[in-house]
């Protein structure tokens, strides 16, 4: 390893690797990935159901596929990648520091950084799931690794709680593994995940779904042996007189994730409150000059596409800051309106790329069943304006906008504009 | 006669309903945002068909198991029968990505693939 | 194996520990017991974390004396035995000008049972001291004694250090009943079989009512477990580095607010029934008065930053609400600790000096052992460390240059550490205990197929095997591929 490279990522997972690729073809010399795994590819290695890549390959492929893809190309163009290495301290002047069992405690600068470490999953506490506390309760993801990497099954009769995307696919996994999965229970009265997983997951396989329902307590003093759940009214408040006990040995818990950001904090960057990720431009650039953030270490996405077309634009954005390119300081700033619950960007300096275009990654704060426009306001004002057959907050929705088209329509020269979601 | 379909084939999961006949023939489908959800429609009353992906044990690698899925979609009320026959199926490291891991599955014409590649190693 | 000791300690909390390690001081062999897969698994680490300076108990009983006394021996004792341990001191908050007269009172408990140092403040000094106070406080008495302590740390280093010094412990064993010879005690039965002794310990904390009585002791004794739940919140959202009480009220202490040694405000208890001995679950209805009890004193906590929660079990006894820790009269070779509850913690080095106190004046004969080793070095904790010691460190050992817990930058040498240590970690649940793993923001869900892998190498055993809190709660139950070999 050297002491100075001109772009290091952090994180292999699809946002650093494209970011590393692009970097290159960018023309940054030296490109460092560190990761806290043993290979690259981050989560896509253990996502081994198929649906990746409808919008960049126009294929439905494996996770470890779509991964292949970019872990071959970082490879052929040189991207320097450590292993089973983890970052400790970030600074804002750009020094790292990491740790790993061949080198030890390492020590180098960056010109550049790219933030790329992804997301953690929300766990027992932070749902308040009540009652004794025995070995089979696990999030999601970790049974996926399990499962797909590791190697092992970490129950026999699963009740899952949440029904995200990991819950519904583990659920369907875990079935054409041998294993039993009594049901799926969901807090909220809607769907979480996305509904082709509820098809081909759930329905094929007759796995119920009950909406509306929680934990009320887990039961074992060593292993799981019973989830008592109760239903709940439109406030989210337990309905006495609806307990129900499921035998079980296992709980699995996929009630959300969100964007892990200790480096983030340590380095001075910024994070909005509502995405729980960095305060970025459409650039990636955060508020620390020359650290830049993509993927889900900025805000959870529902397409690893729309990642790795984040992870991109960071890495161009880190290889011109590398090489010593001026920083467009950010003119306007978006805020969530009416129907948002959050938006990303959430600053624009419209001055990047020939059609200055941005790609503006928001969800839905409720449901809205029937067609939408959302807006871009600049005060009562649209500037821009797109339609939706639907918004819901389980459904990420993504505007691809030409900023010199719509920067047109601005009139009062204000700096602060809104992104709203209006019933038509 | 209506039935009510959530087209899988995108993530969007638009939500189709179509009309049928006596004779099951189709007479309308509504709520489709593109042709893929007529073709899915049409594959879902004819021949329903879906993509299985798995693991297999490997042996002699740098990891214990190996992604694998079908190259095409396999009929629907086949899975769990494929899932089956792919369980005690044991492959040696090294692996390479697309492999075929299981030729024609259930003589369905379709071959088990890997989905990555697995080196020699460890274990 | 040895089979007949000179005392046997039931009960390896924090009472049975420092009983265990100040006995080993001397010249004979020591037995500890305990029916869960490590040492204090129950009360002792799950409780309020604090060494109460001692203005609570009623003057003039074993727990004003014990606690008074403990507090002064916890704060050369911790340093001694390498136990984190923050001389925070404590608040007894009053909100609204009603509450304002209870400090009086509890102030003047103090001075009556020689608690040194107590202050009421005035409202304006308090605010500059806790700025995150419901700003309805009217004053706050003041404690500066009182401290925080990592309660499973400190039963830990008691235990190795009475390992070290020659004790033997034997997890998994469950006291099944005595075994007598005429008017006295001569061993014990468990489920590992029959041990000889001189004298039994009997520290068994909530379970001590009942071995009282199988010896024909304490026949009006009875521990009537009450729970109290417990919060843990993200340093990062919330912190406050004040140990917080509210005003008193005649169900105890109330909920506090305080923070752990390791930097997280912690919330808790309540004060719910259990529904049997062994009951530590937790209730939503008992989360929500905690978390309610807990906003009366800082009113911006917020139940979204938790990063865990449990409960633990009080051993509260009937007899005047006081401890008792005696030689009983009815027979000879027992000595019964029982219904040791708050301040039990604070009370535990003087109660285990006690117990050898009460041995020495029954006759039993106590040789100082040369060559006693009174201080313990406690494994490195790295995410403690400058970068320049860790890079020391992992110079030395690779080991502590893998980080296998990713919020709490927990190593793989760490995790060998543990389970190489004079009591060591054989639990997912012990090595966390120990190290801190998987108490962060993910509890685990990333290091937890690691510290398996890791724990199957060290032990020998194949992954299966390993437990989270002892047999019976594997972790994972077969290969997601059950081949036959070829």
């Known amino acids: 390893m050297k002491k100075i490279y001109d772009v290091v990522v952090i994180g292999a997972g699809p946002a650093g690797l494209s970011a590393a690729i692009e970097a290159k073809k960018s023309g940054a010399g030296d490109v460092l990935i560190i990761e806290r795994n043993n290979e690259p590819g981050g989560i896509l290695l253990q996502c081994i159901h198929n649906g990746f890549g409808s919008v960049i390959f126009k294929k439905d492929l494996p996770g470890p596929a779509y991964a292949w893809n970019f872990i071959e190309q970082a490879r052929s163009l040189n991207v320097e990648m450590v292993f089973d290495t983890m970052v400790v301290d970030i600074t804002g002047g750009r020094k790292i520091y990491a740790s790993n069992s061949v080198e030890g405690f390492i020590e180098l600068d960056a010109k550049a950084i790219v933030l790329a470490m992804g997301c953690r999953e929300r766990t027992r506490a ?7 506390r025995p070995a089979g309760v696990f999030t999601a993801g970790m049974v996926q690794r399990l499962v797909n990497i590791e190697g092992y ?72 042996e019973a989830v008592e759940t109760v239903g709940v009214d439109e406030t989210l408040t337990p309905i006495a007189g609806t307990e129900r006990v499921i035998a079980c040995d296992s709980l699995i818990l996929s009630v959300g994730l969100v964007p892990e950001n200790e480096l983030s904090r340590k380095a001075g960057v910024v994070l909005d409150p509502l995405t729980l990720g960095p305060v970025v431009d459409e650039t990636m650039a955060t508020n620390v000059p020359g650290i830049f953030a993509a993927g889900n270490v900025v805000t959870i996405y529902d397409l690893v596409d729309y990642v790795s077309m984040a992870g991109a634009t960071a890495g161009i954005s880190a290889a011109k800051f590398a090489a010593g390119a001026p920083v467009s300081p950010p003119a306007f700033t978006l805020t969530p309106g009416d129907g948002v619950r959050t938006v990303m960007p959430q600053k624009i300096t419209g001055l990047s790329g020939p059609d200055a275009s941005v790609l503006v990654e928001l969800r839905a704060s409720r449901e809205f069943a029937g067609r939408v426009s959302v807006n871009i306001l600049e005060d009562e004002n649209i500037v821009y304006s797109h339609v939706e057959k639907y918004a819901r907050p389980a459904e990420m929705i993504t505007l691809k906008i030409n900023w010199n088209e719509t920067a047109k329509k601005l009139s009062n020269n204000k700096s602060g504009l809104k992104v709203n979601i209006a019933k038509i | 006669m209506e039935k009510k379909f959530i087209c899988i084939r995108c993530p969007q999961g638009c939500e189709i309903t179509t009309t049928l006949d006596g004779l099951g023939a189709i007479t309308d489908i509504t709520g489709n945002s593109c042709k893929l959800g007529i073709d899915y429609v049409k594959s879902e009353l004819s021949d329903p068909r879906r993509t299985i992906t798995t693991t297999v044990a490997v042996t002699g690698g740098e990891l214990p198991l190996c992604p694998v899925w079908s190259e095409k979609p396999i009929p629907k009320d086949r899975v769990m029968e494929a899932a089956a026959v792919i369980r005690p199926i044991t492959v040696a490291a090294p692996v390479d990505i697309n492999q075929v891991i299981c030729e024609n599955i259930l003589g369905t014409g379709i071959n088990i693939i890997s989905s990555r590649a697995i080196t020699k190693g460890g274990q | 194996m040895r089979t007949n000791y000179d005392v046997i300690i039931i009960g390896s909390g924090i009472v049975g520990s420092l009983t265990a390690r100040y006995l080993s001081a001397y010249d004979i062999n020591i037995l500890v017991v305990e029916k869960e897969s490590d040492v204090g698994m129950n ?7 604090i060494i109460h300076s001692g203005y609570d108990p009623a003057p003039n009983t074993l727990k004003a004396a014990m606690n008074s006394l403990g507090n002064r021996l916890w704060h050369t004792l911790a340093p001694e035995l390498g136990i984190a341990f923050k001389e925070s001191g404590s608040y007894v908050v009053a909100i609204g000008a009603g509450e304002l007269p209870v400090l009086r009172g509890l102030y003047e408990r103090g001075i009556a049972n020689s608690i040194p140092g107590l202050k009421i403040i005035n409202k304006a000094e308090f605010l500059t001291r806790e700025p995150l106070i419901n700003p309805d406080v009217s004053g706050a008495l003041w404690a500066p004694t009182a401290a925080v302590i990592d309660p499973f740390g400190a039963v830990l280093a008691a235990a190795e250090n009475a390992v070290v010094n020659g004790a033997e412990y034997l997890f998994e064993t469950e006291f099944t009943g005595f075994i007598s010879g005429g008017d006295k005690i001569t061993g014990i039965k468990t489920t590992r079989g029959d041990f000889s002794c001189k004298w039994v310990v009997n520290s068994a904390g909530i379970h001590s009512g009942e071995i009282a009585k199988k010896a024909g002791t304490r026949k009006d004794f009875i ?7 417990y919060l843990v919140f993200d340093p990062v959202k919330l912190s406050i580095n004040n140990v917080l009480f509210p005003v008193p009220t005649d169900k105890g202490k109330g909920t506090l607010v305080s923070t752990t040694t390791h930097g997280n405000v912690m919330i808790g208890p309540n004060n719910e029934p259990c529904e049997n001995m062994d009951d530590s679950a937790t209730t939503r209805a008992g989360v929500e008065e905690v978390l309610k009890g807990a906003k009366k004193l800082v009113p911006s906590i917020d139940q979204k930053n938790v990063i865990a929660m449990y409960a633990g079990i009080r051993a509260s006894g009937n007899a005047g609400r006081d401890f008792v820790i005696d030689i009983p009269v009815e027979i000879k070779g027992l000595v019964n600790l029982c219904g040791i509850e708050s301040p039990g913690f604070a009370s535990a080095p003087a109660i285990a000096l006690k117990v050898v106190e009460l041995l020495k004046s029954a006759g039993f004969e106590l040789k100082e052992k040369p060559g006693w080793i009174p201080v313990r070095k406690p494994a490195p904790h790295l995410h403690t460390l400058s970068l320049k010691e860790r890079a020391e460190l992992t110079a030395k050992n690779p080991a502590y240059g893998r980080i296998v817990c990713r919020c709490e930058e927990i190593t793989e040498g760490e995790i060998i550490d543990a389970m190489r240590s004079p009591v060591p970690a054989r639990t997912y649940d012990g090595i966390k205990r120990r190290t801190w793993l998987g108490t962060g923001r993910c509890q685990g869900s990333f290091d937890m197929p690691r510290v398996i892998q890791i724990m199957a190498r060290e032990m020998g055993i194949p992954e299966t095997e390993v437990t989270k809190k002892g047999g019976g709660s594997e972790i994972v139950f077969r290969k997601t591929k059950e081949v036959p070999a070829r």
């Open chain 3, 223 to 229: 521990i009537t477990p009450r729970k109290g739940s």
């Open chain 1, 153 to 224: 099954m970490p129950g026999k009769n699963f009740v899952i709680l949440g029904s995200g995307d990991i819950g519904m696919i583990m659920a369907r996994r875990l079935t054409l593994e041998g294993a039993k999965v009594i049901k799926i229970i969901e807090l909220l009265p809607y769907l979480t995940g996305l509904r082709r997983n509820y098809v081909q997951c759930l329905q094929d396989f007759g796995i119920p779904l009950e909406l509306s329902t929680t934990i009320k307590r887990i039961t074992g003093k060593k292993r799981v």
């Open chain 1, 126 to 132: 932070q749902i308040m799931a009540p009652g004794d």
């Open chain 3, 43 to 49: 009360t002792s680490s799950a409780n309020s974390a």
